[in-house]
């Protein structure tokens, strides 16, 4: 069961681009399949040299075979109404709806009186009715037919060579573009795959394509020469009964097992992802049980060839077959969930602690502790996992570790303390071991388990927080307020606290189901306390297209605002817009961090980024002065500590300063232009262009922004 399961993705118009050839490189895929019964001989060498550029994963070239079709019909469908009368004509004369092309020609010549025409997979159905002067048919079944589209011919046998002139054409290039993978379609004989090995050379491997009558009659011979066979299920029920297909296929899986020839399954694996996100629960049933019959590799055709999604389609395929190398439980909570393609959180799992009030056994008689809504925020943001892998406040070992060496005693990176310090001067009077109630304003929230009690050097933490113990910085002044008191010990949630949350808030569990349900695995995060200006735009879609992420997560702070904050609301609000209207759709989602500013520096950029890492984020965009103040730290100052610290699982972007060149008319990092004509952008101007009641020029914000901005200040009296 734990055998290599090999995933091919054939490409076209969906998939043939760098960055989804790139995406689908990182799933690991197998083998890129280029069909050359859609893809011109002017076009292959382009093709190969886009996917050689972008990825190294094989490729592999499916020849058009011995296979009839309709010719060019035009752009759009042909629709042929039932009792008229058609001439089927040569693929080099001109096609209407009383002109049908077939190619190859030869077919033509074979046709009889009689014959039984099947169109497109009986989309339509023709009957040969004269062949003296103009072979001419009979519409016993209309339909809409399109160009290059199977044709089946019933109840006539035919005989059309194994290879076309573009194959023999197309194969010779093989040696000189690399290409050390061939799969020979309609593959009827094993002498068909002699031919075939006699133009492309004995390195390279043929997969022989099982898609006919004749070629279940010579299987074994066919087998016995091939280095692989391939089920193609859609060309094969042209010919073999529909509720034969799966019988079918299991015996030619069976039989390909006993002579140890790897066989791979095409064909309908996941066709309703051409249009949608999932698949249906029959395509899910049929892969796996695909798997269980014994194959060794399935292809994806349409799905990614000509489909809306797909890298979801792969992400897809490799869930169903890690479900079915990794067999859980059948209650597990596993089973429950889907499998997901996203980053792991920090250490490797969240940490969920909530409780229901009811199984703390006698809440009302347990000590309450009134505590300030800093360390209340820092609880309830330990209890849902946002600081994973900590699960609570802590000791004065663990804040020695990470002040010294930026890490937690089970040696994962951490770099800044998580702490609980008594705020007043007077004895606490809890002891280890106790267990208390956590409450604000009377409220009941959390509980914590406490461990120790000890007293910490107040200008010791400020050095190794903040880099000075200056009280002018704000970080300094707030711990300078408190005690040098402290308390650890695990935090845990009250149920009823956890539904009372802000509007837009997510926990790291929900960003997660958000980005899992949208297959999305590659997700870059941004941090903001501000409104959405022409910079942050600029950051945030370029970060999306540079690193080919799936979705941007904008996770703006709507916890506690320092004067000149703009609301939670109102960035809310703005943001909520932009995704409405200017964003790509489905690519953002928004949630509120309900978090405050340590005014940290470096460490608190860092401790940002692996908060994103627990919500799902696999990039986070480093602003050039994250999280600082004032003059307190250098400009580059996060990114060195990041150079420094090295892998933590999430990969920072760093961008040069973003400002509007007014001759390139738009945003940029560098231009020929330099700094003439140059402006910058920030946050802080945009604020006080906006309290002064300044109009803002669309350069800096778009003008619709603005505009909400003003209509929700009328709403609550206030920017900030």
Known sequence: MNKKIKIFCTLGPSSLTPSIIRKLSEEEVDMFRINLSHTSLESLEKCIKIIKSSSNVPICLDSQGAQVRTGFIGEQKLQLNAGSIVDL?????????????????????????????SLDFDTALLQVIETNVNIRARVIIGGFIGSNKAVTIINTPSTLPSLTKIDKTAFKLCKKLGIKYVALSFANRGDDIDELRSIVGKNVRI???????????????????????????????????????????????????????????????????????????????????????????????????????????????????????????????????????????????????????????????????????????????????????ISGFMSKDEIDSVLGNYTLKSGDIWPLPIFFQIRNTEPFLYG????????????????????EIFQFNLNKLAKGMYTTINPKHPGVKHLFCGSNTFVSGKVSLLSNEYKNRKPYELTPLESRLIFQNQQWKTVVGFHTRNVPHRAHEYLQLRALEKYDCDGLFIHPVVGLKKPGDFTGDIIMKAYQLMIEKHYPPNRVVIGGFNS???????????????????????????????????????????KQLFNDIGDIGILPIIFDEVYYCKKCDKCVEHCAHGSKGAYKINGTEVRDKIINGEKIPDWLMRDSIYRIIKEESKVSNQFI
């Open 89 to 117: 004509v040569s693929n080099t004369e001109f096609s209407d709806d009383k002109h049908i092309p077939i190619y190859p020609d030869e077919v033509l010549i074979q046709l009889q009186v009689g014959s039984l025409i």
């Open 207 to 389: 997969i022989a394509k099982i898609e006919s009558r004749l070629a279940l009659k010579n299987l074994d011979e066919i087998l016995d020469v091939s280095d692989a066979i391939l089920i193609d299920r859609g060309d094969l029920s042209r010919e073999i009964a529909l509720e034969s297909i799966p019988y079918i296929q299991k015996e030619i899986i069976h039989r390909a097992n006993s002579c140890n020839v790897p066989v791979y399954v095409a064909t309908n694996l996941l066709e309703t992802m051409i249009e949608n996100l999932k698949p249906n629960r029959a395509e899910v049933n049929d892969v796996v049980n695909t798997l269980k019959d014994g194959a060794n590799g399935l292809v994806l055709a349409a799905e990614t060839a000509i489909g809306k999604h797909p890298v979801s389609a792969v992400r897809m395929i490799k869930s169903l077959i890690y479900r079915y190398q990794n067999q859980i439980e059948f209650l597990s909570e596993e089973n429950f969930l889907p499998h997901t393609n996203l980053i792991k959180p920090h250490g490797g799992k969240l940490v969920q602690n909530i409780i229901s009030d009811k199984t703390v056994l006698d809440i009302a008689s347990l000590p309450k502790l009134e505590i300030d809504e800093q360390s209340m925020i820092d609880a309830r943001q330990i209890a849902l996992g946002v600081f994973s892998p």
């Open 432 to 451: 280890s071991g106790e267990t208390v109630v956590l409450a604000m304003k009377g409220v009941n929230q959390a509980v914590l388990q406490i461990d």
């Open 596 to 638: 405050y500013s340590r005014y940290a520096g470096p460490r608190e950029a860092m401790f940002t980024a692996l908060c994103r890492k627990n919500f799902g984020c696999s990039h986070f965009i480093l602003g050039r002065d994250h999280t600082g103040v004032g003059s307190f730290y250098k400009k580059d100052a996060a």
